[in-house]
């Protein structure tokens, strides 16, 4: 099948764009390199330069090289930028991605999977989360996320658009390729690997939460075992298949948490960091940062029932080890 994928060249996309390609699909990669990266882009993926919310060009890609299908993980995605600028996170993520599904309206495109995130249930009333959970976000990002699998929604029941959304939890991890760099870095994992290797002075944020070691507890999720969910979705949105179809046969969208469905604290991902680097983790104390929920973990059933996707490596110093082989790969990260 011919995949377009929005923000390939980024850490989830790029590691998708080579499950993708080793699965023997064809793989265009719309990415604006604003934060994606061009060697991020595996051979054997064609890279077109430019915005999922350029009108014009994506008629021109589209017109080009028609696809079966579209893998949506381009947005803004920093937490605190979207409290501080969220006409910036409305504008990309929900006015974009509206040109991008008007885009594929026009040009018949009629499957799509979407990057979305736990950011949409905001504070979790019940753990592990379930993705009939309340959604109510807390921030501009998990609102503009909560608002386009909206979307998703309703252009299903009027244009006959199939779509999977993906609600990440914590991703983490790299492939040998590809790894985890964002700029300013807000993530633990990279955060902690880079206080070993003396790039930054890592902060543990609160430890007085009412955790059994008082650090918040996350879902970390391999990249790996997250793109493989990726392309099973892509499986779930083929025409007529009842999984992404209402009852009476018609276009649905269906959202699934992807996650292990096991938390660990920030003190056990030090201590994963500590085995796999065999270094201490120089860090200090710092107060909690706004909005942290203390426990965030997936029930991750459906996806394993409808998708047939079981998580390969659960293991967190699985995790953190290969997050550490790509980090000292790439100390400065990407050339570009
Ligand atoms: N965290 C931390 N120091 C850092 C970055 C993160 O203590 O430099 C904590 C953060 O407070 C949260 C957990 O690590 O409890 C995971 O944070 P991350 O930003 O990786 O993911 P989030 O759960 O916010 O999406």
């Known amino acids: 099948m011919r995949v377009l994928v929005t923000g390939g060249a980024g850490y989830v996309g790029s590691v998708s764009v080579e499950a993708l ?18 060697a991020a882009v595996v051979d054997g993926a064609r890279l077109v330069e430019g915005s999922y919310g350029d009108a014009p060009l994506l008629r021109a890609v589209l017109a080009a090289t028609p696809v079966d299908a579209v893998l ?11 409290v501080e600028n969220p006409a910036l996170y409305y504008r990309e993520n929900v006015g974009g991605g509206v040109t991008l599904l008007e885009g594929l309206r026009e040009a018949g495109v009629r499957r799509l999977v979407f990057s979305s995130t736990a950011a949409v ?29 909206g979307a998703l929604r309703w252009y299903a029941g009027a244009y006959g658009l199939r779509s999977v959304s993906l609600r990440y939890f914590n991703v983490a991890g790299a492939s040998e390729r590809n790894g985890e760099v964002h700029d300013p870095e807000t993530h633990l994992i990279p955060n902690v690997l880079r ?31 997250l793109a493989r969910a990726h392309l099973l979705a892509l499986d779930a949105t083929a025409p007529d298949d009842p999984r992404t179809s209402g009852p009476d046969g018609a ?39 706004p909005g942290d929920p203390p426990v965030l973990v997936a029930d991750a059933a459906r996806a394993r029932e409808v998708l047939g996707w079981r998580p390969e490596r659960p293991d967190l110093a699985e995790i953190v080890a290969s997050a550490w082989a790509w980090q000292q790969d790439h100390p400065a990260g990407y050339p570009d």
């Open 21 to 38: 390609v080793a699965a023997g699909h064809e793989v265009v990669v719309l990415d604006d390199l604003s934060r994606g990266h061009r």
């Open 121 to 149: 249930y905001g504070e979790p009333t019940s753990l592990p989360i379930r993705e009939d959970a309340a959604l109510a976000p807390i921030n501009p990002y998990g609102e503009t996320k909560r608002s386009f699998e």
């Open 72 to 82: 949506h993980c381009a947005a803004r995605s920093l937490v605190g930028e979207s």
């Open 195 to 225: 206080a070993v290797l003396g790039l930054r002075a890592l902060t543990v944020f609160g430890t007085d939460y009412a955790t059994p070691d008082g650090t918040c507890i996350r879902d970390y999720i391999h990249v790996e075992d």
């Open 251 to 289: 276009a649905s969208a269906l959202a699934l948490n992807l996650g292990n469905g096991g938390g660990f604290s920030v003190r056990e991902v030090l201590a994963a960091a500590e085995l796999a680097t065999g270094a201490a983790i120089p860090h200090g104390i710092g107060p909690r940062r």
